[in-house]
């Protein structure tokens, strides 16, 4: 046999995994397409969908989601950017909706803001060390354990809150949608938060060695990271961000409102995986996750501008979040 005939073989080979490789990352795409086109459809319905005031308002209504999914990424890359087995955090948005219910009952009982504001801090950290818990010493599954964590933290807030509207009475609070140098403080704010979060995650050494756990905890183990140690830390920071995310639920909302922590929760999900879409290595990063935060914002207000019924919106994320994981699952076969 000549060499000639010897090179076919391999030069197939060759062209399927390059013809792979193409497949792999049109799939990776998808779900940032069907975005875009989304947002292509809005944009040509509705006339003032790109207005300042309208992306203002976008803004607003997406920064308590910006603030969960710089929680959820910080547990998303310590324990890896599996859905299932990986690093994942359901409770932030039930943990946020039950800061914001102490804060409201007890500022209307007539406590004093930071008592209330340390009381849910206290509250939002004991649901974190929990978390942390769970999953490093029992070892748990994450997705599990925050998933009974959300609907146990849901019931704690019921009991708070007795399932009642609970209007805003604090200025300071309501300081947040004031305007600051053309934008609203709490845009800011958010901004700052985005900041420090990028540079904890990205830049600092507590962040690459955050990384690298996720990336493979066999090889950050022998390296002498100690990995179960930053994994129960991104569970109090994904905790803390659930506080603060609370004030935000409060401005955007006018006060206390029952049920809101569904939606949030599947916003910060969608987002956050989304955001992956923008990595070039198509992991989720916190940059990724804050743009694709405000992309979903963008999606639920455009298609609310047009007419379409709240249903059909969350049935449009629901379908998104199916295929942003399902794309997932088979671009890692392929490729």
């Known amino acids: ?72 990424s910080t547990v998303v890359m310590a324990g890896g950017d599996d859905v299932v087995s990986g690093g994942i955090d359901l409770s932030i948005p039930a943990t946020a909706v039950l800061c914001a219910g102490i804060v409201s009952v007890l500022t209307v009982a007539g406590l004093p803001l930071g008592l209330a504001m340390g009381l849910a801090l206290a509250a939002s950290l004991v649901i974190g060390v929990l978390n942390a818990l769970l999953v490093t010493r029992l070892g748990m599954t994450p997705l599990l354990t925050t998933l009974a964590m959300f609907v146990a933290v849901i019931g704690v807030n019921n009991v708070v809150t007795e399932r009642k509207r609970i209007d805003l009475t604090s200025e300071a609070i309501a300081a947040l949608r004031n305007d600051f140098l053309g934008l609203p403080l709490g845009i800011w704010i958010v901004a700052i938060f985005c900041l420090g979060g990028f540079h904890l995650l990205h830049r600092s050494k507590w962040g690459l060695n955050l990384q690298a756990v996720g990336g493979s905890r066999d090889a950050a183990e022998i390296s002498g990271i100690k990995t179960q140690r930053l994994i129960a830390q991104s569970y109090l920071v994904a905790a803390f961000m659930a506080f603060v995310t609370g004030f935000f639920i409060l401005v955007r909302g006018n006060g206390f409102s029952t049920g809101t922590e569904n939606n949030l929760m599947l916003e910060m999900v969608l987002a956050t995986f989304l955001g992956a879409a923008f990595s070039p290595r198509r992991v989720v990063t916190l940059w990724g996750a804050v743009l694709g935060a405000v992309l979903v914002a963008a999606i639920s207000i455009g298609l609310k501008t047009i007419g379409v019924n709240v249903f059909w919106t969350d049935l449009v994320k629901g379908a998104l979040i199916v295929v942003v994981v399902a794309v997932s699952a088979i671009s890692e076969r392929v490729s």
């Open 1 to 72: 046999m000549s060499s000639d005939d010897l090179s076919v073989p391999a030069l197939r080979g060759s062209q399927a995994r390059h013809g792979a490789g193409h497949i792999a990352r049109f799939l990776q795409l998808l779900p940032l397409l069907l975005f875009l086109g989304l947002l292509l459809y809005v944009g040509l319905n509705a006339p003032n969908f790109m207005s300042f005031v309208n992306l203002k308002l976008v803004l607003m209504q997406s920064l308590p989601v910006i603030l969960c999914v710089i929680g959820l």
